[in-house]
């Protein structure tokens, strides 16, 4: 369990209103309609439904320069997962670790570290908005996740992608999962970042990748992935609400 869950927990109780937690009770099957998720934002903050009711989510998340950057960028959550396999390869400085993409695709593949810095890659300033309440200003260098996409190939019943990270979370039974629409993993600045402040990204902010979703919480910046998954539901990954937060009830668009 994480440090400052008890946090999150009088964070959600706070924010979850009676339209929320019905929401939170079972429309699984209304939610899997295109228009259901669109017209009921269920959260405290703008929601992908309140988006979507507009038009279109806001393009771009707002970029900063070196000035802006924060003195350091802390970490939070998990600092070094408890898995004997991913100790094992940040030994090694991740020389043996590959990334697995697969699931709903037509060409599965494996990318190796030095794979992914060979591709076409993207650095960003942006701030990191944590639901506990910080914020932190970080310039993150990596590969677009659009261009790990045109790689693969998603089949047309893809519908999210979804991040299986490497730390165990409660007993050891799950790992720490997230998951986002094809709308935010295409998205320019959806990138797989394997730098942080023009450093090698540090184990504490997820090393050897962590996905940088700018316009959303930080939660949704899965750290530690072994594995991306292209599905058309994630009703039966874990507790079936998209991500490892989202199964303790935080909102599964978690827009900013
Ligand atoms: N695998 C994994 N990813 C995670 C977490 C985690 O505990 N495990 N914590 C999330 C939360 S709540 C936040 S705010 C950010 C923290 O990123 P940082 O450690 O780089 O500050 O990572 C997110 N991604
Ligand atoms: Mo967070």
Redesign the pocket.
């Known amino acids: 369990m994480?440090l400052n869950s008890g946090a999150k927990r009088r964070f959600l109780r706070l924010a979850a209103g009676s339209a929320s937690a019905l929401f939170l009770t079972g429309c699984d099957r209304l939610s899997r309609t295109e228009w259901f998720p669109r017209l009921l934002g269920q959260g405290e903050r703008l929601s992908y439904g309140v988006y979507r009711l507009f038009g279109s989510r806001r393009p771009m998340a707002q970029e900063f320069t070196e000035v802006d950057l924060s003195p350091s960028?802390?970490?939070?959550?998990?600092?070094l997962?408890e898995n004997d396999v991913y100790q094992a390869l940040a030994k090694d400085g991740f020389a043996n670790w590959a990334l697995e993409v697969g699931g709903l695709v037509e060409q599965p593949v494996r990318l190796t570290l030095a794979q992914l810095r060979a591709m076409p890659s993207r650095t960003q300033i942006t701030r990191?908005d944590?639901?506990?309440g910080w914020s932190?200003i970080g310039k993150w260098t990596g590969v677009p996740l659009a261009e790990v996409l045109r790689q693969v190939r998603p089949t047309p019943q893809a519908r999210y992608v979804v991040f299986h990270?490497?730390?165990p979370m409660e007993n050891g039974a799950n790992f720490?999962y997230?998951s986002i629409d094809l709308d935010d993993a295409y998205h320019v600045q959806t990138i797989l970042a394997y730098g942080l402040n023009d450093a090698t990204l540090p184990i504490?902010?997820?090393a050897p990748i962590?996905v940088r979703i700018e316009r959303q919480?930080?939660?949704?910046?899965?750290?530690?992935i072994m594995r991306i998954e292209l599905v058309e539901s994630f009703a039966n990954i874990a507790g079936g609400k998209g991500g490892?937060?989202e199964d303790q009830g935080y909102q599964w668009y978690a827009g900013i």
């Open positions: 994480n960028f802390r970490s939070n959550g998990t600092r997962p990191h944590c639901v506990e932190a990270c490497a730390d720490y997230e504490d902010n997820g962590r919480l930080g939660y949704k910046m899965a750290k530690y490892y937060w």
